[in-house]
């Protein structure tokens, strides 16, 4: 099975500071629960955190880990949840040993970026101001700045965060095709399940690659292993007199697991937030945000049932104020859809579902020996072993030539490269391949130089490799009837992903990787 790690961003500013974003996207062992007996399903949950049970709407502070242990969980009518996020940004887990009743709301939506010009709220100093991530989720791009001069360096949008951020708008020539067009000077809007979307991506999807738009990759799988939120929407383009808007955040990510019966008639929001609106005079582009995409929600349960509402929608475009369903589609710079999960021995929720959910019995909820990615310092300056994600490291103004990014890696196997992106706050992304991890899986180190642009920078690394998944005889009918002791997932850019099953005799089949998630795997 493919697996992926990143780190929590970094942002690097010359002066530079540098903040940091590291988290786990993926573990390196998954004990597979399809075609096996298996006992009750427990949540794990220690009870340590006693009940949830608010009477007026709350926010809960997350502990580092984001694990919250509790006996039963009921949210009452009319009460709303919230959750402030922790350093690391890590999703939120509600674990119970008994029952969970959710009659009110959870929200973890992604904020909307800010708006700009004469849309503005009249506070300039927000102008074009990313939306925030959910918790688990990640935040917009900033707006490019105003700029007499149209200068490049100042006027380009912030690409969104997150492995699926939206490109940044800029200043590149734009046109028409096939009686539709291609505008570059918008924000892109965040992928997860699906492409972030762009204006003009679905009417020009034939035009030629130099011309179209670039939009956002889908990440993840259906089985939302790992659990990870939303990415954030591209800021739009400064223009001569005014910022562009800020992209919308990501959707946060949430699991629920309740050893007993988890009842759903009230909502869980994850939707991502919408790019901020841009209203400018007759002859000036206008130069929005794209949407942040959709987060995660899975429910894991003995039992689950009701007729609520679980929404994990992309944010729209905003056009003068407009975010109606026709803004929210890949014509235009929306952000993709998130995905929901189900899991249960019993599944008769019968409320709505956008999008609509995917549901196996209970898997794990946990996985062994989890993987963990870290840049440990840049330019020989340390990183913080707690990054904040706001300045956590100063270079001199006067650095220029390229600088050393150093990684430290946890149970990842050695020979595997790292995937260095740099998000500038105002630019285009670019992504650098270091040499392979040496040193051993338990402990590993690789570095790459890159050269940092002026101003702030967002840092992530991300890694792939492959891991072994356990008694997952349920694949056997992919493989002449043999065991299948191992499951490669294979990536290749641009085509469909490959699954290789191995079995026991080391014989291999190839199959689509959307078997894996057939028989309840991530694929």
Same mark, same amino acid.
């Given at each position: ?17 540098? @903040? ?20 009750? !399903? ?69 904020? @909307? ?53 939206? /490109? ?9 095709? !096939? ?33 179209? !738009? ?39 990510? /949430? ?181 392979? /991890? ?86």
């Amino acid at each position: 099975m493919h697996s992926k790690t990143q780190t929590p961003a970094l942002t690097v500013e010359r002066v530079l500071r540098l @903040s940091i974003v590291a988290r786990a996207l993926f573990a390196s062992t998954l004990l597979a629960s399809v075609g096996m007996a298996h006992a009750a !399903f427990s949540s794990g949950s220690t009870g340590a955190d006693g009940e949830l049970n608010p009477a007026v709407s709350t926010e809960i502070v997350l502990p580092p880990s984001g694990i919250l242990n509790y006996k039963s969980i009921n949210i009452p009518k009319d009460v709303i949840v919230t959750f402030k996020k922790n350093a690391l940004n890590t999703p939120v887990q509600l674990l119970a040993s008994g029952d969970v009743t959710v009659t009110g709301t959870i929200d973890i939506r992604g904020g @909307s970026g800010k708006a700009t010009g004469t849309a503005g709220d009249g506070n300039q100093a927000d102008d074009g101001l990313p939306g925030l991530g959910g918790p688990g989720g990640f935040d917009g791009g900033r707006g490019g700045r105003e700029d007499a001069k149209s200068q490049p360096e100042v006027i380009r949008g912030g690409a969104g965060l997150g492995p699926g951020g939206g /490109i940044g708008g800029y200043e590149r020539a734009e046109g028409t095709c !096939f009686g539709g067009a291609y505008y570059h000077r918008y924000g892109g809007g965040g992928a997860f399940a699906g492409a972030g979307g762009s204006r003009g991506q679905g009417s020009c999807a034939s035009t030629s690659v130099d011309q179209r !738009f670039e939009v956002a990759k889908a990440y993840g799988s259906a089985a939302l292993v790992p659990l990870i939120g939303g990415s954030g929407g591209g800021g739009g383009k400064g223009n001569t007199i005014y910022p562009g808007s800020g992209g919308g955040g990501g959707g946060g990510a /949430i699991l629920i697991a309740a050893s007993g019966t988890l009842t759903i008639t009230g909502t869980i929001n994850a939707s991502g937030g919408h790019g901020g609106d841009l209203v400018v005079p007759s002859g000036v582009d206008d130069s929005d945000g794209g949407g942040g995409s959709g987060g995660a929600i899975k429910l894991v349960a003995t039992a689950i049932k009701g007729a609520g509402t679980l929404v994990a929608t992309g944010g729209c475009w905003n056009n003068n104020g407009d975010t109606g369903y026709y803004y929210c589609t890949a014509d235009y710079p929306a952000g993709s859809a998130g995905r929901i999960r189900l899991e249960g021995d019993s599944i008769t929720y019968t409320g709505a579902s956008t999008p609509i959910y995917t549901s196996d019995v209970p898997g794990p909820i946990t996985v062994a020996k989890p993987p963990s990615i870290r840049i440990a310092s840049v330019g020989g300056t340390k990183v913080p072993a707690a990054p904040t994600g706001n300045a956590d490291v100063a270079l001199p103004a006067t650095t220029t030539d390229d600088v050393a990014v150093d990684f430290e890696t946890v149970n990842v196997p050695t020979g595997n490269t790292i995937r260095l992106r740099v998000v500038p706050a105002y630019g285009i992304a670019v992504e650098t391949l270091s040499p392979a /991890i040496t040193g051993t899986a338990a402990s590993g180190k690789t570095s790459v130089k890159v050269k940092l642009p002026q101003g702030p920078s967002v840092l992530q690394a991300i890694t792939s490799y492959t891991v072994t998944v356990a008694q997952a005889e349920s694949l056997s009918r992919f493989a002449e009837n043999e065991k299948v002791e191992r499951v490669e997932l294979v990536a290749s850019m641009g085509q469909e992903s490959t699954a290789q099953l191995i079995t026991a005799s080391g014989k291999r089949y190839t199959v689509p990787a959307s078997v894996l998630q057939l028989v309840g795997l991530a694929g």
